[in-house]
């Protein structure tokens, strides 16, 4: 069992940064892909980010690449999102989640999920 708790998140003008947080229970954390996903109202989860046990394979949602940064700190049993630049478009619930799979994409790969912390990015 892995628990995974957000924090972060918050409200910040267009143009700003935001780093989120996962902090993970459990002492398998460094076994396990870490992904970030966001849903904004009436829209569907999308991928946002994900990285591999080790941190050597990261993976980008298209658009947010040079944007979005995410690390993770295997010591620590955190992962994180670095967001510059946001864009009202970026509003949204963001979660973390972690998995076994390599389809990193698909929430579908992700067995543990946090409650998720919510961005806003005023214009």
């Known amino acids: 069992q892995v628990q995974l708790v957000e924090s972060g998140g918050g409200l910040v003008q267009a143009g700003g940064s935001l780093r989120l947080s996962c902090a993970a229970s459990?002492?398998?954390?460094?076994?396990?892909?870490m992904g970030w996903f966001r849903q904004a109202p009436g829209k569907e989860r999308e991928f946002v980010a994900a990285?591999?046990?080790?941190?050597?394979?990261?993976y980008y949602l298209g658009s947010l690449k040079g944007r979005f940064t995410i690390s993770r700190d295997n010591d620590k049993n955190t992962v994180y999102l670095q967001m510059n630049r946001l864009k009202p478009e970026d509003t949204a619930v963001y979660y973390c989640?972690?998995?076994?799979?390599?389809?990193?994409?698909?929430?579908?790969?992700?067995?543990?999920w946090g409650q998720g912390t919510q961005v806003t990015v005023s214009s």
């Open positions: 989640a972690a998995g076994m799979g390599a389809n990193y994409y698909t929430s579908r790969n992700y067995n543990y």
């Open positions: 990285i591999n046990w080790s941190g050597g394979t990261i």
């Open positions: 459990g002492r398998t954390f460094s076994t396990y892909a």
